[in-house]
Every structure is written in C-alpha cells, then in structure tokens.
C-alpha cells in the first residue's frame, strides 16, 4: 500500500494521560499535514511541515500539542494531559508541495479516532 | 473570515440518478477548489479538483462547476450508484492564505436509495 498510514486507528484513553499519534505520508511526498475532525463537521486543519520544518500551527493547536518531524519522513502529533474535548478523529495528509503550494492535492489516511473518557 | 458552507446536509438520490451537491464559498480570493469524499471510517478521498481560472472541469462521472460571480461550487456525478454513498466535502485554498492550508465545509451526506 502506498498511500497515507496512520496508527493506531483507534485509541481509547483516561483525561489527563498522554497520546502519541504517528503518520507515514505517501514516500516522496515532502509536505505533511495534520487535520482535526469532530463529529459532523470537516476536518480542521492543525499543522504543516515542509520536510521536517513545522511552517505553520492553527490556533486550535494549544500547549498540550506538539507535533514532530524529525528526519522529514514520518511524523507524530502527541497530545498531553488529554482533555475530554481532545476525542476527535485526526488526520494526517501530505502532498508532493512546489513552490506556489497553492494547488497540490493533499492525500489523507484513515485518521485516528481518539476518546478520552 | 474565511468559511465554505453548504446548502444543505443531506442528499438523498435515486440510484441511477445523477447527483448534484453545491457549495458556498466567502472568500473572494479563493483560488484552488477541491471536492474530497468520505466514507464511514475512513479518510477523506480526493474526488476533483478546479482552480479559479476554470469554470467547468470533467472527471470520470463528475463534474465540478464554479462560478466565481456567485461565489458558487457544485459537484455533479452522473448516473449514482450505491457506492457513492458518503459524506462530501468541499474544500478551498487561497493564494493569500498559508501555501497548504486546507479550509473544509461541513460536508452533505449523499444516500442512494435502491
């Protein structure tokens, strides 16, 4: 399968423990991205990274989100002290992004559904 | 501020049928439309796409039309059949925005009736 991995796809965890997240975006593919999805709604974008920079972060990423790249191929978004409000599906997307950026497709994994409890 | 609505949450067609899904956009300088699918459980998968110097774009069974006076997206897939069942979402990017930032509409939930 060469598309977009996520694990593990579902995770059921107690408010105030920590989670880690990890995509596999599609091999040459040097822009990542994470999304937020609740119940009913569109994804909400989160983060990006071009290789292993992180260029930009969305208001709805508080302290208690961090997301990482590190060799500029795989990526883990960890959330900390989880709150009920943190269950949600989360998706990891990527795309092959040129210089303009402004109309690549992104492709997206099945997501991680997360319940806090 | 920015947001892609929809006009309504849920489409229910007779298989066979053509479907046509529509999209409100705010954002006059939205450049680049996307039309993803999501299936239960799964991730978002991208449909068709249409950048904002095109008004019509064609793909296997759909088609994307776009009238940038209206502000105004519509998805049209020809002949429904069971398997596209799924929520659909319309999506936008700006030129003026970030390089990658995706913004999502809340989705229409197409059901094909037998």
């Known amino acids: 399968d060469t598309g977009v991995s996520q694990d593990p796809r579902h995770k059921i965890t107690k408010r105030g423990q920590n989670v880690t997240f990890r995509c596999d975006p599609i091999s040459e593919h040097n822009r990542l991205y994470w999304y937020r999805q609740t119940l009913g709604q569109g994804p909400e974008f989160l983060t990006y990274f071009q290789n292993e920079a992180q260029l930009e972060k969305s208001r709805l990423l508080s302290d208690r989100f961090s997301a990482e790249r590190p060799k500029g191929s795989f990526s883990t978004l960890e959330i900390q002290r989880t709150e009920q409000g943190d269950s949600a599906m989360y998706l990891c997307?990527?795309?092959?992004?040129?210089?303009?950026?402004?109309?690549?497709?992104?492709?997206f994994g099945p997501g991680t559904r997360l319940l806090v409890l | 501020g920015e947001s892609v609505g929809l006009h309504l949450p849920t489409l229910s067609v007779q298989e066979g049928d053509n479907s046509i899904i529509n999209c409100a956009y705010s954002n006059s300088a939205s450049d680049y439309f996307i039309w993803y699918k999501q299936e239960s459980g799964k991730g978002p998968q991208f449909i068709i796409d249409?950048?904002?110097?095109?008004d019509k774009r064609q793909g296997q069974r759909v088609t994307v039309l776009l009238n940038k006076t209206v502000k105004h997206l519509s998805l049209q897939i020809a002949a429904t059949q069971p398997g596209d069942s799924a929520v659909y979402f319309c999506a936008e990017k700006s030129a003026w925005s970030s390089a990658s930032k995706i913004i999502f509409g809340s989705g229409t939930r197409l059901s094909i009736r037998p």
């Open positions: 249409i950048r904002s110097n095109m």
């Open positions: 997307a990527s795309s092959l992004g040129d210089r303009d950026g402004a109309q690549e497709t992104q492709y």
